[in-house]
């Protein structure tokens, strides 16, 4: 019988090429957090939990026309912007010797319809920094104000159920959703049953035996509005007609600092 153990379960070598220390990932160790948006021209990683929160805000909301996570760098030294790597390791090399802080990164840069632009600080409710972080923050804000990406700083609430939260993943999804199920039918059935006035999202889909998830692809295609700021979307949630309107998927002043 051979005595040469079989090579299942057996623990590996190390080698040159393998020292046994795991290779961190390009992300330092932390896992990506992905999600999709075609304002953000498709797929897209971020690094927190929060910043794929204020992501599905971005995608929403009807008034942001693309958006971008960590879009540019802001030299503190320098007071002068940074949007390729290039530029950042050059400007790192020039600040090596300098104390203190030295660079910010913004989170997102917004782009609006109107042609105006945003740049924004994401932070979770009870982990917004200290006073270090924040001074870093006030010295690049007029760097950022010159180059017409003025600050706006949005906190992912830590209360799970709270309905901005609870709503946005929701109403991120049903956009994907509305080709497959929003047909003309029941827009008009939904319009019909509404002329009248408001109806709770219980009483909608009983009269006309909706399943509960269509209500969101109904709010994100304007058929339905309803106050998705301070309620959530269960069966008490009252429902109007929107007649195309989408101010009701205007979700970050609720979420802005």
């Not at 805000?57 to 026309?65: F, G, K, W, Y």
């Not at 910010?104 to 609006?112: E, H, P, Q």
Request: hydrophobic share 40%.
């Amino acid at each position: 019988m051979s005595r040469t153990p079989a090579p299942y379960g057996r623990r590996g070598r190390q080698s040159a090429a393998n020292t046994g220390i795991r290779p961190t990932a390009s992300t330092y160790g932390k896992a990506k957090v992905g999600t999709y948006s075609e304002k953000a021209s498709g797929h897209l990683n971020v690094e927190s939990d929060a910043e794929r929160f204020v992501a599905h805000l971005l995608a929403i909301d009807p008034r942001v026309r693309a958006f971008q996570p960590q879009p540019f760098c802001v030299d503190l030294i320098d007071q002068r912007m940074l949007f390729t790597k290039e530029a950042m390791r050059e400007a790192w090399r020039k600040h090596r010797d300098v104390q203190g802080p030295k660079f910010y990164t913004v989170d997102f840069r917004i782009d609006w319809l109107d042609g105006l632009r945003h740049a924004v600080e994401v932070k979770a409710e009870g982990f917004e920094g200290d006073d270090v972080y924040w001074d870093k923050v006030a010295r690049a804000r007029p760097i950022l104000d010159a180059n017409g990406y003025p600050l706006r700083t949005l906190v992912l609430p830590a209360n799970t159920a709270h309905p901005i939260r609870m709503n946005a993943r929701a109403l991120k999804q049903a956009t994907h959703q509305v080709r497959t199920y929003l047909t003309d039918e029941l827009a008009e059935r939904v319009t019909r049953r509404c002329a009248d006035g408001p109806v709770t999202v219980r009483t909608l889909c009983s009269d006309l035996d909706l399943l509960p998830g269509l209500i969101p692809v109904l709010l994100v295609s304007g058929v339905l509005g309803g106050n998705l700021a301070h309620h959530t979307i269960c069966g008490t949630l009252e429902l109007s007609l929107a007649y195309g309107d989408l101010s009701h998927l205007c979700l970050l002043e609720g979420v802005e600092k």
